[in-house]
């Protein structure tokens, strides 16, 4: 009965919010569309969308803004299920924003490194960021090479594993995507007993334990098939947090001789075993529908816990990335069934 109580106010609302998601046949018509302006029209027309696209001028109707429309949906979603948190909710709720947090420092980091001549653009992040981040947006875009950027971290959490990568020398964008991902995963890991207790805890280390072992296989798939590594530079790339792939089993799949042999052993893993991946899936397509079916089961089973929110932001970061792709696809003239297959993953 306690978490009943304890999440009433968050579940109703979420329940609100995902009644207002898109659903497969919305998707079916995107694809159809023919102009970036007909998927704005559609989108009009959604309550998750509508409010934000009428207040922005027509003249500013092309890609570039429409996405950050999408995101700022996303963050007035975040910031609703905020407002309904309890103490408890709202302590997850940072420990989930880190994934955002992780996604602007990324993004600076192309800037800085790739010496872009547009300026930064993350003015429509700042009131966000703002209010619930570690993170200052003001400082952030003044950063115009790494030694700045990293310094501009400084009162940040980030500050010190990227000190330590600049001050090794000679890093590379890559290495520091890896060390954000590795310190990232690393943390919630550590993280999640200080801030979860008993079931909460389960379900956290359920998702947050198959992500990484998914994240794990993707890369290390992605590693002997595109760039032919070795194993013990493949190692490097991969989180060293093993849930239910043991480390015996995960070192069969790095030393694999290739990419064929490893998807071999991969459907004996656990998640081949639960899931019956189909061979014509690609592994990102697998890594999200194990995911979905993953949060769709746990809320199912626990609609009173973090399963509920967990599973809501999945499926709206979810309809960000079709309906972003959506966009790029209809931008280039592909047809509807080629849009569909760039889609792929899940839907509400």
């Not at 194993?231 to 799949?253: C, G, M, Q, S």
């Not at 599973?311 to 966009?327: D, G, H, P």
Request: contains cysteine.
């Amino acid at each position: 009965m306690g978490n009943v109580m304890a999440y009433s106010g968050i579940v109703t609302k979420v329940r609100a919010m995902q009644a207002k998601l898109l659903t497969k046949e919305d998707f079916d018509n995107i694809a159809a569309m023919k102009s970036v302006l007909d998927i704005i029209s559609f989108l009009k027309g959604k309550p998750a969308y509508s409010e934000l696209l009428n207040q922005m001028d027509e003249s500013l109707y092309h890609r570039g803004n429409i996405e950050k429309i999408l995101y700022q949906s996303l963050y007035n979603d975040y910031t609703r299920l905020f407002r309904f948190g309890g103490i408890e909710q709202k302590k997850f709720l940072k420990l989930y924003l880190k994934r955002y947090e992780v996604d602007v420092i990324n993004y600076c980091l192309r800037i800085v490194f790739n010496h872009y001549d547009k300026p930064f653009d993350l003015n429509y992040k700042k009131e966000f960021f703002d209010r619930y981040s570690q993170i200052s947006i003001d400082r952030l875009i003044t950063s115009q090479n790494i030694d700045e950027l990293v310094d501009n971290l400084k009162d940040t959490e980030y500050y010190t594993p990227l000190k330590r990568l600049r001050d090794s020398g000679a890093a590379t964008l890559f290495d520091y995507d890896l060390a954000l991902d590795l310190y990232y995963f690393t943390t919630l890991w550590k993280s999640k007993r200080r801030i979860l207790k008993k079931k909460e805890l389960e379900l956290f280390t359920r998702d947050c334990g198959s992500r990484i072992d998914l994240l794990n296989l993707q890369w290390i798939y992605r590693a002997k098939k595109y760039y032919h590594m070795l194993p013990p530079d493949i190692y490097t790339l991969t989180i060293p947090i093993h849930y239910r792939i043991h480390v015996d089993e995960f070192k069969a799949l790095v030393e694999a001789p290739s990419a064929d042999e490893f998807r071999k052993l991969m459907e004996s893993t656990a998640y081949a075993r639960k899931y019956d991946f189909e061979q014509k899936k690609t592994i990102e397509q697998m890594y999200k529908e194990c995911l979905y079916r993953l949060y769709i089961a746990d809320r199912r089973n626990n609609p009173w816990s973090i399963a509920s929110i967990t599973t809501y932001l999945f499926l709206k970061e979810e309809e960000i990335y079709k309906l972003t792709t959506a966009l790029e696809c209809v931008r280039y003239g592909l047809t509807r069934q080629e849009t569909l297959g760039y889609l792929g993953g899940v839907t509400n």
